[in-house]
């Protein structure tokens, strides 16, 4: 739905909420096997992604996103040496993630090379680590990867993904998440997107549930700004192997040597105080 050609709408039904943007041009539009990706170019956001009807990626905002979902994570293990990502196609996360001199390697397993494709064309300012030697891109199904990963495997899991529907759906499940655990190291995080705390508290109700029956110790979820996600407002939910999952290296991430637009050692402490509702209306 649009309110006029100059304008593009997310109307989620869901949510009951739309997010619209003017544009000056639609960029790209392809049916990729697994789904519709569209590029347009805003009059105030930059180059837009958007795939099955839903935003991803913009030139703005996405570095509020892209930093809560990997920095915390990141300064939370001791020393976070091999990192996955599922998902994460517009690579992101994934220049993130190289920021830490002690990463050794990132691999990111997208579904869809189409997406990764799409980002180094339109939004290449996100794909300039690609070509890092401690980069690893592959594009098949992360559920599958992740199930046949051998125990101990990862430091950091971060799953970087669309909604849970389509390919997607299986990275919300209980058989994914306990994948994970067993392909964590001892000291591991598992960090995923969790949708917004406003209209998705069942969801995140879910996951904590589902985190704590696969044996991870301790959760919690993160909320940041997210402009052109639904409410405007998002989570990102980490799960850790063993501890607590606020126990953070905050003198490392004070005198961390790369610069950040969001993220910082007093936003990771401020995205740790939960909210009252959390506990009032989401139980956690
Ligand atoms: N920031 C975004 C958000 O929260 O809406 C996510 C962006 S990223 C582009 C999401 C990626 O997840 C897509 O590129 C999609 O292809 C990928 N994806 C979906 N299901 C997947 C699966 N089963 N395995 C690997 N990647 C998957």
Known sequence: MSLNENWFTEANEETGTGFSLKIKAKLYEEQTPFQKLEIYDTET???????DGCTMVSTRDNFLYHEMMSHPALFTVKAPKRVLI?????CG??????????VELAQQIDIDEAVTLASEKYFPELCESN????AELKFIDGIKWVAESAPGSYDVIIVDSTDPV???LGLFSVEFYQNCFNALSEGGVLVQQSESPLTHQTLLKEMHTAFKEVGFSDTKTLPFPQPIYPTGWWSCTMAVKAGQAEAFRETDSTNKDFKTRYYNAGIHKGALAS???FADEIGI
């Open 86 to 90: 599922i998902g994460g196609g517009d």
């Open 166 to 168: 389509g390919p997607a």
């Open 45 to 51: 956001f930059g180059k837009l992604m958007i795939l």
């Open 131 to 134: 070509n890092d030697p401690r």
């Open 275 to 277: 909210p009252p509702m």
């Open 93 to 102: 996360t994934l220049k993130e993630v190289l920021k830490h001199p002690e």
